[in-house]
């Protein structure tokens, strides 16, 4: 085995070891929150549509997505400690192709911005192992072309900041070099885990310290605006937060039953969060969640992937789930590592150790949940399309409705939010002028529109020509 992997997977095992302890110490003094519902779903809201193996899959890690800017073809990006980064073309998903392996660069996570992707070894940024960045144009030929700090996890908002954590926490800045991100800012510390950015706010999940809430008006100097320092909660591993922003959703990848796996705090008022519900499964821990509208994805280890309606936050419902590994228990870092549901096709990669890569499709009309609401709205294809300077998007409501109707770039990066506010029913149109939220004009290229009504997301693709 690979000296810096049986590093790596010793000090998981102790820690694991340890906080096992910690968290039954911990849970005399929880408050038993509610717990999810259990599983009433109609079956088949999950489809498994494509599935390859990864080489030494037993050292499989987290996966993200790219959409080739020219092709419009999508990309998985796989991570294994052992094997490197495996790039995966995916437009056939139900005939999943790995198209290059990069093994000489660290693959614990990955992220990408335009068409590059930046990847980490995991490893505490104790070993220092520099991470990479990697020309991803040609994703047959994938090319190693600059370095970043080493760390565990990260992020890239949709300002074009690379966030890099643990120890502690950097944010870099990608747009204008993105081969040569510069650095922004630091927070020094001894611990850390994982970052997720919504707008300007920044949610810190600092590992064992507690979780802490940014505000990024200015990606310099963040200001502390909140801090969750709950003490059942063992290790603040990851996160995100609700539709509208109210709610933020926090793994403890360290609970213990009978403590949660998830914990649902209100956030309204930052400074003083509330627990409100949990998630909890007695022989599964919680890895990484993502939200997409009123559902939750999440990359539940040995439980495998699991899809929750959280149209009310304080009480979520599992929907659907798919276990992709005949394993099961705590606390054993395996089954479905990490999701992505980002793809502009709506398909799911996950990524399990040790059984390799899966590609699903979730139909949410298919749960109840969403099937009335697809109803009551319909998107119009935009026009004209290919367009510039302008072009209008029309779209009708069948009964008064909040609307959230925003533009993406080809990368899944929010470009301008056009409306977010309740509309009566009828037709109504906006118009998109090909800028950004800061008034910048954009590139050419494919972009996507993208509207939300009460949890139901319908999007279409855009053609800007300058």
């Known amino acids: 085995m690979n000296p810096r992997i049986r590093e790596y997977d010793t000090r998981h095992r102790f820690l694991a070891f340890a906080l096992v302890i910690a968290t039954l110490l911990a849970v005399t003094a929880a408050d038993g929150p509610f717990s999810a519902t259990p599983p009433a779903a109609k079956a088949g809201s999950i489809s498994l549509t494509g599935h390859v193996d990864i080489p030494s899959s037993a050292y499989d890690t987290d996966v993200w997505g790219w959409v080739d800017p ?95 954590t643990y120890p502690g926490l950097r944010i870099l800045k990608l747009r204008g070099s993105p081969a040569e991100p510069q650095p922004w800012w630091e927070k020094v510390s001894t611990e850390g885990h994982d970052v997720t950015v919504v707008g300007d706010r920044l949610y810190d999940f600092h590992g064992y310290d507690g979780t802490y809430i940014y505000e990024l008006a200015n990606r310099r100097n963040p200001k502390l605006i909140g801090s969750i320092l709950d003490p059942t909660i063992t290790f603040h591993h990851s996160g995100c937060t609700s539709n509208g922003e109210a709610y933020l959703f926090i793994n403890d990848e360290m609970a213990v039953d009978p403590s949660p796996d998830i914990i649902i705090f209100d956030i309204s008022r930052t400074h003083m969060p509330l627990k409100v519900a949990s998630i909890a499964d007695p022989d599964a821990t919680a890895h990484n969640s993502y939200r ?32 992709t590994t005949p394993l099961t228990g705590e606390g054993l870092f395996k089954g479905a590592w990490g999701c992505y549901p980002f793809s502009p096709s709506g398909h799911i990669y996950v990524n399990d150790r040790p059984e390799g890569f899966f590609v699903f499709s979730f139909d949410e009309t298919a749960t109840g949940v969403g099937e009335a609401s697809s109803k009551a709205f319909d998107l119009g294809q935009s026009y004209p399309n290919p367009f510039n300077p302008e072009t209008t998007i029309p779209y009708r409501l069948s009964r008064p409705s909040r609307v959230e109707l925003t533009v993406y770039d080809i990368a899944g990066k929010r470009v301008r939010l056009l409306e977010e506010s309740s509309r009566p029913a009828g037709r109504h149109r906006a118009i998109w002028d090909a800028k950004d939220d800061h008034g910048r004009r954009v590139v050419s290229g494919v972009y996507f529109c993208r509207l939300e009504v009460e949890g139901v997301v319908k999007k279409h693709k855009m053609v800007l020509i300058r």
Do not use: M, W
């Not at 495996?86 to 056939?92: E, G, L, T």
């Not at 999943?96 to 992220?111: E, M």
């Not at 899809?307 to 276990?323: K, N, Q, T």
């Open 70 to 164: 020219v092709t419009l073809k999508e990309y998985a990006l796989v991570g294994n400690n052992a094997t490197g980064l495996h790039i995966v073309d995916c437009s056939n998903p139900a005939s999943p192709v790995v198209v290059s392996t990069l093994d000489a660069v660290p693959s614990f996570d990955i992220k990408t911005y335009q068409h590059f992707a930046y990847t980490v070894d995991g490893n505490y940024g104790f070993a220092g192992v520099e991470g990479r960045i990697i020309d991803i144009a040609d994703p047959a030929n994938p090319v190693v072309v600059g370095t970043i700090p080493a760390g565990h996890n990260l992020f890239v908002d949709d300002e074009g900041f690379l966030y890099v």
């Open 292 to 323: 997409i509208g009123n559902f939750l994805h999440v990359a539940y280890y040995t439980a495998g992937y699991r899809v929750y309606d959280i149209a009310e936050p304080a009480r979520p419902v599992l929907v659907d789930e798919y276990d």
